[in-house]
């Protein structure tokens, strides 16, 4: 069970990364060309939300099912930079992520143009963005 869930929270993430290329990358078009914010940019603002609240209840579970399996104590994940990273650093990073995501999407529901709006979204997702990847390359890194 444990390695689905692991599988499909990668799985989840991949198709995170891509929509939040996809929401950067039509938000900064959406600029340049001076686009309406339609249906299917609020539609994939959504998606990217659902993913990203998707992948935190796996990571969660994740989480829980690894404490049961091994009771990690202080000390320990103090001196080892991996365990430290997996069991705080991770889900700080990524509760930031969560809020900045679903504060940017209020804002850009609250805001009056459309040029307004993807300006928004690039800003917030962007910062989403770099987050996540940054916890990514800092898994690799340990």
Known sequence: ?????LFTHAAISLLFFATMIFIVISSIIGLKKDKNFSKFDKR??????????????LGFFLYFINKKQELVDLDNIIQNSLI????VEHIILMLFAIAIAQVGYFIILNSNTSQTKFKKRLIYYSVVLALVTASLFLALYK
């Open 84 to 87: 430290r990273f997996w069991e």
């Open 44 to 57: 994939t603002t959504v998606s990217n939300l659902i993913l990203l609240y998707l992948q935190s209840a």
């Open 1 to 5: 069970m444990k390695s689905f869930i």
